[in-house]
C-alpha cells in the first residue's frame, strides 16, 4: 500500500474537518454523565460522514444523487437543530431548568440523527472538495481514502471526548454549552446558506 496516498488522506481529511472537532467536543459536553450518549454520538458522526463519503463516491463516478445547486441549502438542518437547542435552553432556563426531563435527557444527550444531520450539513462542501480527489485516485485509491478516513472518525470522536472531558474545558461547558452549542449550530447554518447564496443571500 502507498503510504504517501494515506499521507494524502489523513492530511485532506484533517483540513476539511477540523472545525466538527469543537462541534463534537459541544455534543459530548451536552451528553456528559447520560448512559449512552458516547455510542450515540459516535455512531451519528459514522453515520454522518458514511452518508458524505457515499455522494463523493458516487459522484465521482458520475452520479449526483445530490445536486451542486443543493448543497448551501444543508445549512437549514444545523440552523434548525441550533434553534431547536436553543429554544430547549430557554425553556429550561425559565422553568428553572425543568423537573421534567426533555426527550435528549431520557435518551442521553444527543441523538445519532442529529449528529449526522450536522455532521452531513457541516461536511457538504468537503464533498466539492473530495470529488475530484477520488475521481482521480481511481478504484483502489478511493478505497485506501475511503479506509482512512473512516479510521479518522474514530480519532476525531476520541479527541473531541478527550477535550469535552478536560476539567478546565468540561466545566466550561458544563457552563455555557447550553449557550454554546445553539449558537454554534446556528451560526454553521447561517454559514453555509450565506457561503452558497442559498436563498439569494
Known amino acids: 500500500m502507498d503510504l504517501s496516498i494515506i ?15 469543537l462541534i463534537l467536543a459541544l455534543f459530548f459536553a451536552q451528553g456528559a454523565g447520560r448512559p449512552g450518549s458516547t455510542r450515540r454520538i459516535v455512531l451519528g458522526q459514522y453515520l454522518g460522514f458514511a452518508a458524505i463519503l457515499a455522494v463523493a463516491v458516487a459522484a465521482a463516478f458520475g452520479a449526483t444523487f445530490l445536486p451542486e445547486s443543493a448543497i448551501p441549502y444543508l445549512g437549514l438542518l444545523p440552523l434548525a437543530l441550533g434553534l431547536k437547542a436553543a ?34 450539513a457541516n461536511g457538504g462542501d468537503n464533498i466539492g472538495v473530495y470529488v475530484p480527489v477520488f475521481a482521480t485516485a481511481g478504484n483502489g485509491g478511493m478505497s485506501v481514502y475511503a479506509a482512512v478516513f473512516l479510521v479518522l472518525v474514530a480519532v476525531w470522536c476520541f ?3 478527550f477535550f469535552a472531558t478536560r476539567p478546565v474545558i468540561a466545566k466550561a461547558l458544563a457552563r455555557w454549552g447550553h449557550i454554546l452549542l445553539p449558537l454554534v449550530l446556528i451560526a454553521i447554518g447561517l454559514l453555509i446558506l450565506i457561503e452558497g447564496s442559498a436563498f439569494g443571500l
Do not use: C, M, Y
Open 87 to 120: 429554544w430547549q435552553a430557554w425553556k429550561d432556563h425559565r422553568d428553572g431548568s425543568g423537573d421534567e426531563e426533555d426527550e435528549q435527557t431520557r435518551e442521553g444527550g444527543p441523538s445519532p440523527l442529529e449528529v449526522a444531520a450536522v455532521t452531513f
Open 159 to 161: 479527541t473531541g471526548k
Open 7 to 21: 499521507g494524502q488522506a489523513a492530511g485532506l481529511f484533517a483540513v476539511t474537518n477540523i472545525d466538527d472537532i
